[in-house]
């Protein structure tokens, strides 16, 4: 099926564009983590978003789970790896699945969005995002790994498995991967550098020889998610409907700037699922 | 005293503007007729305000108060005729009163947003939105009073007083106004005519000739509201940032633009007073 929204990111933004989507009676794909894994979750007392005075962080972001819940809205902890533009609409992949979708929504926050040194560069050219799209490339070759979840252990194994020799990145602590060919890097990639293909990472106060890298990342950076899309000062541009430089593909919450706040989060994201309604309906004319 | 910030409105726009810029501890002068008396308090039912599910809209418009109400803020309910930029801020007319303030939040939603035809060519020459300030200018002489609220009948009822003849146009039953000098027409004001002075005011089915005409309304067209407020659509252009045309003076809610949503409002109120702490912090230096 082709969805007419995927919302792609949990938090505030994309809660708030997931319901009002659901609201206004589109078909919605939501990929994300959740409430309760954001940085709000967290916060120790939120007092400034209005209706729900003096409250804690996990109460706030409860409080809008179950709120989606009611239309029916969980969303997929599913990684996004690429937002891709074709001639009706875009495909997302995400996971081990492939979406096909009218517009997009993006709201992934700004964790994710920082590129380190030469990435950009290296993207395709020793550099990726996906071990079981890219992983077969480097059988019996050096790679390194950079996990920044247990979550992708599953696939960091299926690299260690296949490598000659695996550097692993683990951002957490008890990285349960191990073997002769394995070897446990507690730093994080700050550079990566080579000619005309990826040679080198480099971290603090080391670096290591690699064929490729692979970065399983909760979040990519803009660059890497959609390529096409303009940035300004690192966030996303978009216009005060929430469009961006690639038709179809609205974006709402801290991804699009300062200040990083829930209430804006939530009402970009309500204004982007009534542009991206608005631009579906124009799509079928 | 001068205040940090003028919080023009009293809406979910304004409401989340005044919060945020107490909580980020900056004086606040707050002018609106409360949330109350908004068309989110007639609501039947809102459902798509995260975090607050399945909520009527007194029943929203309420917590949004007290939660207003926690940090001390209570909108003074007086009418502002005027928004008057100087060397080192504001000056805000409103009611009787004048207040200096460092920067302005409009807030002021859209009711107020459309004039009459003619109605701006006429500001000043003819056509005036106080009583108390112009009306002896008409003494003895022939006035047009449009009143849109009954608390506006005081204001009304002296310029009967002092006028050879008035017209009054009330939008709304049972207008206490009477006398041998004063002829109730039930019509709304449609156009203003005239040469150099306004002559001549114009409604579905008859006109009046006039020396004067008070419009005595909750809230004020743009154009008069802020001379020099660039619009877009008839709507306050704002950037990203909710800052307009005039330097100090921010915008957010509905005046700003569709979708005419409670979230889009509250978002904006909060990124307004963000931006307006952030240019009264850079005036201090």
New interface residues.
């Given amino acids: 099926m082709i969805y007419d929204i995927a919302v792609l990111g949990a938090g505030?933004a994309g809660?708030?564009a997931a319901?009002?989507a659901a609201?206004l009676e589109k078909s919605v794909i939501w990929l994300g983590a959740g409430m309760e894994k954001t940085d709000t979750a967290r916060a120790e007392k939120i007092?400034?978003?209005?209706?729900?005075?003096?409250v804690n962080g996990m109460e706030?972001s409860r409080?809008?789970s179950?709120?989606?819940k009611?239309f029916g809205l969980v969303p997929s902890d599913e990684t996004v790896t690429g937002v891709y533009k074709g001639e009706d609409g875009f495909t997302v992949l995400a996971g081990e699945n492939s979406y096909e979708t009218r517009s997009v929504i993006l709201a992934v926050g700004m964790k994710g969005a920082k590129s380190a040194e030469g990435e950009e560069k290296f993207v395709g050219r020793g550099i990726s995002y996906c071990a079981t799209c890219d992983g077969f490339l480097y059988k019996g070759k050096t790679v390194g790994v950079f996990v920044d979840d247990k979550k992708f252990e599953n696939e960091a194994a299926f690299l260690c498995s296949i490598a000659k020799f695996a550097y692993v990145f683990p951002m957490y602590r008890d990285c349960g991967l191990k073997g002769d060919n394995v070897e446990i890097v507690m730093k994080k990639p700050r550079a990566f550098e080579g000619g005309a293909r990826l040679e080198k990472v480099v971290f603090d106060g080391g670096a290591r020889k690699v064929d490729g890298m692979f970065l399983l990342r909760r979040a990519l950076p803009f660059s890497a998610l959609a390529p096409g899309l303009e940035l300004i000062d690192g966030h996303v541009r978009?216009g005060?409907d929430m469009s961006t430089s690639v038709v179809g593909l609205f974006a709402a919450g801290d991804c699009?700037?300062?200040?990083y706040?829930i209430?804006?989060?939530?009402?970009?994201?309500?204004?982007a699922a009534?542009s991206a309604v608005e631009y579906v309906d124009s799509m079928r004319g």
Avoid: C
């Fill in positions: 505030p809660t708030s319901v009002n609201i007092r400034n978003y209005i209706g729900v005075p003096d706030l409080a809008f179950e709120h989606a009611m978009a005060r699009t700037g300062r200040p706040q209430a804006k989060a939530v009402g970009e994201g309500n204004v009534h």
